[in-house]
């Protein structure tokens, strides 16, 4: 818990209790029951929807905030005009994740019409699969609007507001201050990694460059270079992020990379760099508990960056689309 909240960084004053708990305990008191229902089914037929929301999230928050601009189908933000999920580091986000979304705010929709925000379900959403793959469960503030006017600037913002897999960690450390999150936000994080898988395209590099990142474990290396040929391979191949439990919420992810597990060079220049290690390890060696107690904490902050209340925003019927005005 220390770590992240040592070098969290500053949190805007203007968004500082803006969001709570009980939002819509008037308004849908079973909101985190409808959302459950879907996620926990999802978690069942479709171990994929997990990593995927969780990752739909995080992409969202980073770029304009958690408003769910990134949910907006082709073509909603007037014709012509390019939106969000079809540039740069998105255009491989998996379609399961938006799917849950529908579903869940379906199932909300029924029961609440108009009331609970898109991105109010993708932050609960996000913390129910956390839970569901054996992480931590923690309360999920509520009060965020939709987004309601386009991004100026939006694939400058795409482009600059979402780290790399090959960033280094002076580029994710500014990524990361931009949004309020500090150093061990970043180290913490990461820790989503902990499930999901990642396509060649993004480490293929670290396998054949110089020949091979050498601080990528030996047999990792040999294993992921029969997956991913330098070039001509099948570009729907993937690699778990976490190669010993990628699809159990656990601390195995910085264990790996005391041992030149990770698979994304952003993961491994964690452990690579003298500052951002000390906090791997402590994630490595402290239990799940501080882990988990930190990640709980860092993914409060990341749901509160640039939201919208009031007239800035809106609440969408159909998270793919606008509310026609
Ligand atoms: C620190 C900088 C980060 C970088 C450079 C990064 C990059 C990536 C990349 C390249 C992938 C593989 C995508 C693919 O090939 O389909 C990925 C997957 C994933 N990321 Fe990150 N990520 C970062 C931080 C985060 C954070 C903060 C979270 C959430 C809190 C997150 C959650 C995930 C999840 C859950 C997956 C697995 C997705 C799946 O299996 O569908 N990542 N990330
Ligand atoms: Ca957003
Ligand atoms: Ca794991």
């Not at 180290?187 to 020949?211: E, K, M, N, P, Q």
């Amino acid at each position: 818990t220390k770590a992240a909240a040592g070098a969290s960084g500053k949190r805007s004053p203007v968004h500082r209790h803006l969001l709570s708990s009980d939002f819509y305990v008037k308004t849908c008191p079973e909101v985190e029951q409808l959302v459950g229902s879907v996620t926990s089914q999802r978690h069942k037929v479709a171990p994929s929807a997990g990593p995927a929301t969780i990752r739909l999230f995080f992409h969202d928050c980073f770029v304009q905030g958690c408003d769910a601009s990134i949910l907006l189908a082709p073509g909603s933000e007037g014709k012509g005009e390019a939106v969000e999920r079809e540039m740069g580091e998105n255009r491989n986000l998996s379609p399961v994740g938006f799917d849950t979304i529908d579903l869940a705010k379906s199932a909300v929709e029924k029961k609440c019409p108009g009331v609970v925000s898109c991105a109010d379900i993708l932050a609960i959403a996000a913390r129910d699969f956390v839970h569901l793959a054996g992480g931590p469960y923690y309360e999920v503030k509520k009060g965020r609007k939709d987004s309601k006017a386009p991004a100026v600037n939006l694939a400058n913002k795409v482009r600059f507001g979402l780290p790399r897999a090959n960033s280094t960690v002076n580029e994710l450390l500014t990524l990361f201050a931009a949004k309020g999150l500090g150093p061990a936000d970043l180290v913490v994080l990461s820790g989503a990694h902990t499930i999901g898988f990642a396509h060649c395209s993004h480490f293929v590099g670290r396998l054949y460059d110089g020949g091979g990142d050498p601080t990528m474990n030996r047999q990792l290396l040999q294993s992921l270079r029969l997956q991913c040929p330098r070039s001509g391979g099948n570009a729907d191949v993937v690699a778990p992020l976490d190669v010993e439990t990628p699809f159990e919420f656990d601390g195995k992810y910085y264990e790996g990379l005391g041992k030149g597990m990770g698979v994304l060079g952003s993961d491994q220049a964690l452990w690579n760099d003298p500052r951002m290690r000390p906090v791997v390890e402590k994630m490595a060696t402290g239990g799940k508990g501080s882990f988990f107690a930190a990640f709980a904490e860092g993914m409060e902050r990341m749901g509160e960056i640039q939201v919208k209340q009031g007239r800035s925003g809106e609440i969408r019927r159909d998270c793919a689309r606008h509310l026609a005005n």
